[in-house]
């Protein structure tokens, strides 16, 4: 989950929100963290987004020391 702070009276701020929202469930690969839903909370302006369970994410797999990257993973 991903707390996001927005300002929803701004619209620059509604229309960056909406735009990375319609990205982000549009994108269907196996490299990338599926968007499951959105949760907004009435007390706050705060929107959050829902992702797929991951175990790991990057960085904390990067600063562990038993984990070993090989070089195709690390290379662009």
Same mark, same amino acid.
């Given at each position: %989950?991903?707390?996001? $702070?927005?300002?929803?009276?701004?619209?620059?701020? +509604? /229309?960056? %929100?909406?735009? &990375?929202? =319609?990205? =982000? $469930? $549009? #994108?269907?690969?196996?490299? @990338? @963290?599926?968007? &499951?839903? =959105? @949760?907004? !909370? $009435? %007390? !706050?302006?705060? =929107?959050? *987004? +829902?992702?797929?369970? %991951?175990?790991?994410? #990057?960085?904390? *797999?990067?600063? !562990?020391?038993?984990? /070993?990257?090989? &070089?195709?993973?690390?290379?662009?």
């Amino acid at each position: %989950m991903k707390k996001v $702070r927005f300002d929803n009276l701004e619209p620059e701020s +509604v /229309k960056f %929100m909406a735009r &990375e929202i =319609l990205i =982000l $469930r $549009r #994108l269907d690969h196996p490299n @990338v @963290v599926k968007l &499951e839903g =959105l @949760v907004t !909370s $009435r %007390m !706050s302006c705060s =929107l959050f *987004l +829902v992702f797929e369970y %991951m175990e790991h994410d #990057l960085a904390g *797999l990067a600063a !562990s020391p038993t984990i /070993k990257f090989t &070089e195709p993973q690390v290379s662009l």
